[in-house]
């Protein structure tokens, strides 16, 4: 099945399309010396773009126009340039240009940085023209500096950094003199030590190492010249929580917020006096104001849903982007609640809330959110989504999938299993003892606990996921064959080792942190992980989708799963599009919708 196959959609369309078709609003990212400034991400015409985005006047002009989209972006200090990541075809593999604020599509857009291209691995711009970028590939890491300032013609980027293994240019301080790198020369891109360089020299100023397990992330550094503070997220708990690192005089200020759950980013009030803070608990992100003179915690915006981004302004308001589950994704302003891009005739049809559920799994309590269609009769269809990263979580948030399958009749289940975020370090990191067969226990738990309760149907059971989600998917599939009806797996690791030797380098290095090395040092490892060692156990048909450009989970290496499971007498149909790891574009997002929802109701009718 390719994506020309797709059906037509009826007319007018169905909630669930209008859903996927409804116009995408990013978090806007201002220029810090130009307030009124500011880049945001927003598809206007079915594709996500980048825009130039003046907030006093609510003026927004797009500047990209590409076949797949345009999602990374930032903007400089000033507000002059907007800066967007060039790749093909959403292969990541590609470059930073830049062009000026306010300009149409790719008008005079330019390649400032004269290096080859590379995976991108952190862009850092300061207010004086100085440039900070980080790039991977098959020669490791590396990070150079240059100056695009007034009369840097013909700069040569200068190498501050280099190593064989995963490492990111993570903050840059005000003056542009010191850069911190997130670093896994241990060999543990999944817990990286810090080092901050002087960009002028190359020289290392400062280390922080809380050793193997412990990794920490560098936030943002104080936003005032000549301030050598940095923010940390670290690991020296149970949960991850924040400290203050002076690179300068190497104290270190652990914070205590106080506040159940762990942060999950946070950044500083432009005064420098306060802290915009995330955490996450309980399948919920909130964000809070932390003032470090009297150590005080405020909350900033709604108390229920997700938030999924926050940035402080200079007159102390706060912009969030924020949903739940039953309420669409809306960017605001904190203390009115008012939407700040409004992009014409945009309502977005809403959809049913999430329950709590935890159920007792092999190593503790699970949890897990459900959403139930109205007006069912129980045990109902399910639809079991597995969730991505896998360090990442199912949260209280407005998702068109899920809408989709509740808006047919079919329960969602997402559970947070051993390996996702919010929930302690341990937790976190449990899944590396047997990957991928550690989360499928959980996921199996809540399943079985709530088939018990009679509230879903066994026969009628879906396991479905993307990315992580659809690698757990097809292992599923064949290490738990008696309890799935059906599987749909998007863009998975489905053959280990042969996705191993395409994917990115970067993921390479996530690989050997998460299996204890590379399939030629832990062979038997990776083949007990690897979904095509079970395809032979597989009894449910099977649709899998995939982009024929993903560097993360490559294309060949779901041809070699779908091959041997043909030859086993499975039954797979496969779904390509001409994308990376995923899509940006409407009307592929909708016929790959339409795909699964078409496989599901002709196999398992709710």
């Not at 159940?260 to 006096?273: C, F, I, L, N, S």
């Not at 041809?559 to 899509?583: C, F, I, K, P, W």
């Amino acid at each position: 099945m390719s994506a020309a196959t797709a059906s037509v959609s009826a007319w007018p369309p169905p909630d669930w399309e209008r859903r996927f078709r409804a116009r995408r609003v990013g978090l806007p990212e201002w220029a810090l010396q130009a307030p009124d400034r500011a880049v945001v991400v927003a598809s206007v015409a079915g594709t996500l773009e980048v825009h130039s985005w003046t907030p006093s006047t609510r003026s927004l002009v797009q500047a990209t126009r590409r076949t797949n989209g345009t999602t990374d972006a930032t903007i400089d200090p000033h507000g002059t340039w907007l800066w967007w990541f060039d790749d093909s075809d959403g292969d990541e593999f590609g470059r930073w240009r830049r062009q000026p604020f306010g300009s149409p599509p790719n008008s005079r857009a330019e390649a400032p940085i004269p290096l080859p291209d590379a995976y991108d691995a952190g862009l850092l711009l300061a207010e004086d023209g100085t440039v900070v970028v980080g790039r991977s590939g098959d020669f490791g890491t590396q990070v150079h500096a240059l100056y695009i300032g007034p009369g840097a013609a013909g700069t040569t980027p200068r190498l501050l950094y280099a190593h064989s293994e995963a490492a990111e240019a993570a903050a840059l301080s005000w003056d542009g003199n010191l850069v911190a790198l997130e670093h896994s020369e241990r060999g543990d891109s999944r817990h990286p030590a810090l080092r901050v360089l002087r960009v002028d020299t190359g020289s290392a100023l400062s280390e922080l190492d809380d050793g193997p397990g412990r990794g920490l992330f560098a936030l943002d550094f104080a936003p005032r010249p000549g301030d050598t503070r940095l923010l940390v997220r670290h690991e020296r708990g149970d949960v991850a929580g924040l400290l203050i690192w002076d690179v300068a005089t190497s104290t270190v200020q652990t914070l205590d917020l106080g506040l159940p759950g762990e942060v999950a980013d946070a950044h500083w009030y432009p005064d420098g006096r306060s802290l915009l803070v995330a955490v996450d608990h309980e399948a919920r992100t909130l964000t809070y104001r932390y003032d470090l003179a009297d150590r005080s915690v405020h909350q900033v915006g709604s108390a229920t849903g997700t938030v999924s981004g926050a940035t402080a302004r200079p007159d102390g308001e706060v912009w969030l982007a924020r949903s739940s589950a039953a309420e669409p994704r809306d960017v605001i302003e904190a203390s009115t609640g008012t939407t700040l891009i409004t992009l014409g005739e945009n309502r977005v049809p809403g959809s049913v809330s999430v329950e709590d559920v935890w159920a007792d799994g092999p190593a503790g309590r699970v949890h897990a959110l459900l959403r139930r269609p109205v007006n069912t009769v129980e045990p109902l269809p399910v639809v079991v989504e597995v969730h991505g990263g896998p360090t990442w979580h199912e949260s209280d948030s407005f998702s068109p999938y899920a809408a989709a399958w509740v808006d047919h009749g079919y329960a969602v289940l997402s559970v947070n299993y051993r390996g996702s975020t919010g929930y302690g370090n341990a937790w976190r990191d449990a899944l590396e003892g047997r990957v991928g067969h550690t989360e499928l226990e959980d996921i199996a738990a809540v399943h079985e606990a709530l088939a018990q309760a009679g509230v879903v149907d066994r026969e009628r059971s879906i396991l479905a996921g993307a990315s992580w989600g659809g690698y757990l998917t097809l292992l599923g599939l064949g290490t738990q064959p008696e309890r799935w009806s059906l599987g749909v797996a998007s863009v998975p690791v489905a053959d280990y080792v042969t996705a191993y030797a395409d994917e990115m380098d970067a993921l390479q290095a996530f690989d050997r942190s998460l299996f204890g090395g590379s399939p030629r040092q832990v062979p038997q490892a990776y083949t007990d992980s690897s979904p095509i060692t079970y395809v032979g156990q597989v009894r449910s048909p099977v649709l899998i989708l995939a982009g024929t450009n993903d560097p993360r989970c490559p294309f060949k290496q779901i041809q070699n799963y779908v091959d041997m499971l043909r030859s086993h007498g499975g039954e797979v149909e496969l779904y390509t599009y001409d994308a990376g790891h995923g899509s940006a574009v409407d009307d592929e997002r909708v016929r790959q919708m339409r795909a699964e929802l078409e496989f599901v109701v002709r196999h398992v009718p709710a």
